[in-house]
């Protein structure tokens, strides 16, 4: 199982220790460094920053999101900065909710997502491969456009650029079991946003003949401390937050994933107390077991201990949410 470091997305400003924190994860021999957006700072920009300052770690965006760009745009972005870093890009996308998709992008949330995200992967795709011009006959991202409000002249198109790499690794971020067995089929690899090495069931029967070399690399806050109880207050910050607030009382991938996991009834209250208005107490809902089979966190013994069932299941690559470079050195050392 190989290191990776997960810096997330900016809060009010700048992350200022993000790039300390990459290039202690590549002298410590991380294999790679990923950053995200949600309605604020982008994923590319920050990552193409890191690429500056760093020599070997692979680059990628957990996630970038779909609603953001077009797919030819997602393209053009993944392959000028697997140039300009020396091919090391990993292009990792997501599809959010409608919660951000119409209130920040302004888009639709399309009836089908499935559909669209396999059309959104198909463009992208054809780009990279720069076999012929791109066109895709689709209900989500047609190529040529030719919608109601077509002018008619528009015209298939190769990328000027050559892609320093056709086969650049494409993943996808997925909560269901539908959209996890599709991504098993269109994609290189899968980014889960809560993983519990104790319940692979819960993403149904799709990973249990993965293709060869396909990656699995979920998130997972880490910290190495005495107190087991305080170490889990960000993980449950974080919950708290996306369980409640990352989507409509009525439609919350994230709320139904925990529920997917054994946890409904605390979901369905975690999200009564957040949307109306008591954060503090949502966070306070979230169950420490849950909050605790989704992260490592702990003295250093604990860790090492959870690590081994971890390493036992299919995950490939574990994204770690480490918030300092002590917790960062303690984990490659367990891991080596």
């Known amino acids: ?195 519990s090495p104790n319940r692979p069931e819960v993403y149904g029967p799709a990973l249990r003949d993965l293709p060869e070399g396909f990656l699995v690399a979920p998130m997972a806050q880490v910290r190495v401390c005495a107190d087991v109880a305080e170490g889990l207050l960000p993980v449950k910050a974080m919950l708290g937050f996306y369980i409640g607030g990352m989507g409509h009382a009525a439609r919350n991938f994230h709320a139904d994933l925990m529920a997917r996991m054994g946890y409904a009834d605390e979901a369905r209250k975690i999200q009564e107390l957040f949307l109306s208005g008591r954060r503090e107490e949502a966070v306070r809902a979230v169950p420490d077991a849950f909050a605790d089979e989704i992260s490592l966190v702990g003295p250093r013994e604990r860790i090492a201990e959870r690590l081994t069932a971890w390493r036992a299941g299919p995950v490939t690559d574990l994204l770690a949410l480490a918030p300092d470079p002590h917790t960062l050195r303690v984990l490659a050392e367990l891991n080596s």
């Open 1 to 195: 199982m190989r290191l990776g470091l997960a810096l997330g997305y900016w809060g009010r400003g700048p992350a200022a220790d993000h790039v300390p924190l990459a290039r202690e994860a590549e002298r410590l021999g991380y294999h790679s460094v990923w950053t995200a957006e949600s309605w604020g700072s982008d994923a590319f920009t920050p990552l193409t920053w890191i690429a500056a300052r760093t020599s070997r770690i692979l680059l990628g965006t957990a996630v970038a999101q779909m609603a953001a760009r077009s797919p030819t745009t997602t393209a053009m972005h993944a392959l000028t900065l697997d140039h300009l870093s020396g091919g090391r890009m990993l292009l990792g996308l997501g599809l959010s909710g409608p919660q951000v998709v119409e209130g920040w992008y302004g888009r639709p949330f399309p009836k089908s997502p499935l559909t669209a995200t396999r059309e959104y992967v198909d463009v992208v795709r054809q780009v990279l491969r720069r076999a012929a011009p791109v066109t895709v006959d689709g209900a989500f991202h047609p190529l040529p456009y030719r919608g109601p409000d077509a002018t008619g002249l528009g015209k298939p198109l190769k990328s000027i650029t050559h892609p320093l790499r056709a086969g650049l690794p494409v993943l996808l971020g997925a909560e269901g079991p539908r959209n996890v067995a599709q991504t098993t089929r269109i994609a290189d690899g899968w980014l889960p946003l809560y993983w």
